[in-house]
């Protein structure tokens, strides 16, 4: 039964991405600017006829049903154009590219939950406390500070300063890594290559931290909450009555049921870890999706945003069927 | 490209915490030695001053980790170029990168001009036919020497229609620099002969922006294998590129040499080099300070100071080729009197701004065109600052403070406008917009996206626009077709003309200026056309500011070039 639900969602998704795709289309051709144009820059001379040529090189002169007409044909075979500026498909660009945001995205994340639920939990056990006040300040400022802020921040500390880490890029020049998946840490560790892991692996870290930081924060305050809430419920108390001790009622019968909202701000959060890292990537000179969909659209370089956008839609509706997904795991009453 | 607010607030905590951390360690001893550069094209001679550190303080200060091999140049650019392909854009970081790996017939260096670089002799046969004669021996990195069938080729795939066939059959974006170029053909093993439509003086340094590309590779492995793999006749071969964010080199044991008239000539001194990209300037700096790159591009105005000041980097400017001014609408009210265009020349102190805003590297603009232009109008120097002239042109023209409140006004009108400008410019709109109010006048500033803005400018809309507007080429041409020449529909006349100025006689003057061979008869034509210009101040001539860049102290012969060609033939790494 939950094979089906699952296939009749993913099947949702194909409406789901025809509308992205119609959208992203009319959003960038309404925004103005002309990317033969910008193409052009300043310097030098422009032939007579030749930003003409280049706009029916890119269909640009096409009535724009004609246009959208093209596109998605073509989309649907797969083929999602090539860019303007580039002059690669955009498919090979995005493939190139998703392996460092996924894995920076991967990190971000686990950096998050890593600090997120021991704080979370302990804040709730012990509410008002003194460590509860001081981590739930520490949310705050995680969830207020600007990452290209905290970021050159901890570039500052811990590569100029104290040499400890890399200050940007994926792996210190010099270090061979066959790339399997693109992913270079799971690829050091396909290969075992150690070498390549542990550069891979530092480099990883700073943009990790600034990147998950906030995520952190909402998910240390999220659990807090539900914590707080579930740890009132009879059923705690009635587990304590029995004598379980203290450790189990938090671990086992508050936990899962406090994980719910947890759950789907993770998942939320897992969207914008993937699709909200430009700033992250462009810091730490992090070769990913988000720095070269930000260039693309200062050059209005409409094959390759659509393309991109439609890769982030994609992941927000894949996040959250695994959230829907996860419900049924953790509170068996709730289907898909 | 993110939003420059941001990476100015970054900026600024940067500037503060290396304050923080640079009390932290020991104290630099620089040394000012002031070097003299003759700037290209021009016969003036420049002082610049250029800061070095003292040996010991270096080896006390720096223990950078990891320590680069040190065989190996690592330079970080501030945006990844389009394609490896020279023919296939319109960009000057590809070509920054690119001509680490290919060569020219001709090539320019910041200081003198033109010279030869894969052409060993260069003949104009007449007004319109030049004979280029190749230098022989020459071999590609795949050992292939390189004929005239190359050069043919080359030149034949940017001019004729739809010649690169990846990903779509398209026309090479750079056939428009070399528009007047009609034909080219072999006559010899070693000899071209270019058929140009019209007389066009400025082909030698257009030529420079054209690379020799290899026929025989090309043929077989298409544009697609060859932008995977390139292969030039430069001074480094491709090894590896992720992306275009980090691209490979290594040197080619086989090189030519390079321009004979350039020293140092003969095959590269480092091994490897490295481009990688580094969007966010602070990031570049730190990367800079922790040892992991070698040379930095594009350093901003803020931190020059502070770099230069920190032990093992140097900093070093180029004259820049993107003047700075204010376009105003010279069809509406008020810009459309000629004395309230003047007053606002007027009114910017741009030495102020020059030295608070850009700390000296930069200098004011003498009239239309950069003072490093070839061409420029020896006679004109730059409006003084005045604000009391600029306040009598203002009453001449009807403008007076009649009510008393501090900003002048007319016909019962308060003289108030907006500069439409880009974030970047943000410092030196505020302090322009500032003088202004000084004066009187109730000006405010106002932030776009170029490609937003720029419809508009075109269109007459708006009434001030502060930008800048680069030209690599040392001619007049660049600039005077594009910005002083009345705006004409799918030319290239006026496309960045957002002033509405269209003055017949310059006009006539930009067009005769380009077919013209003579030198003297050019600059007394380019002389006139700035002249008018200069008069009739269709813009508020602004600066022209420096391109800075760093690197490490034990990084040698190296210079940053005004067309921003970082050229890694010539930079050693010290001991």
Redesign the interface.
Known sequence: MRAVKILERVLITIPIMFGVAIIVFFFMRL????PV??????????????????RS?FHLDEPLHVQLWLFLRDAIRGDLG?SY?????VSE?IV??LPATIELAVGALAFSLLIAFPIGIISSVRQHSLIDQFSMAGAFLGISM?S??L???L??LF???L?WL????RL???IDLQEITGMYVVDSMLTRNWEAFASSVKHLVLPSVTLGAGVAAIVARVLRSSMIETLRQDYVTLARAKGQIEFLVVMKHALRNALIPTVTVIGLQVGVLLGGN??VE????W?GLG?LV??A??Q?DFPLVQGAVMVYALTFVVANLVVDVLYTYLNPKITL | ??TVK??L??CV??VT??AV?AGCGATPTPQVVIETVIVEGTPEVREVQVTTVVQETIEKVV????P??RD?I?V?LS??P??L?PA?????QSETVIRNMFDGLVTRDSTSGVHLELAEEINWLDDVTLEVKLRQGVKFHDGVEMTADDVVFTFERVIN?NM?E???A??S?R???I?PLASIEKTGDYTVVMHFSATWPVAMQ?LV?QQIVPKHYLEEVGTEGF?ASPIGTGPFKFVSA?????IVMERFDDYYGGAPDLAPVGPACVKQI?F?????A??RV??L??G?VDIIQAVPAELVDTLSQTPGIQVQGAAG??PKWIELNVNAPPFDDVRVRQALNYAVDKELIVETIYGGRAVALPGPLSPYNNFVNKSLSPYPYNPEQALALLADAGWTDSDGDGVLDKDGQPFSFTIDTLEEWRPLAEAVAGLFREIGIDANVRFW????V??MLQAGERQAYLDD?????FDP??HF??KWHGFVE???YG??NFSGYNNERVNELTKLGEITVDTAERQAIYDEAQQIVYDEAPAVFLILPEEAEAARADILNWMPASDSRINLHDVCIGE
């Open positions: 925004t103005p600017g002309d144009d910008i193409m052009m820059g300043q310097g030098g001379a422009v032939s007579t006829g030749e930003m003409e040529q280049l090189e090539y500026t580039q002059k690669q498909p660009l190139e590219r600007p290209f802020w970021g050159i921040i570039i500052l590569a100029v300063r040499h890399p200050v940007q890029g210190d020049f010099g430009m700033i462009a810091v730490f000179g070769p720095r930000v260039n659209i200062f209005r | 490209m993110l941001k990476s607030l970054a905590s940067l915490l290396l951390l223990t950078p980790t990891p680069p091999a190996v690592i970080a945006s990844a389009d394609t392909d296939d854009h319109r960009n000057r229609e690169i990846y990903p779509e398209h026309t974006p056939k428009g620099l528009s257009m922006h932008v992720k992306g275009l964010d980090e490295v990688k990209v580094i969007p966010e602070s990031t730190a990367a300070l922790a992991e080729t993107q996206e170029y490609s937003v720029k419809p507007w680069g030209d690599s080429a041409v660049g077709e594009a799918g030319a290239s496309r960045g």
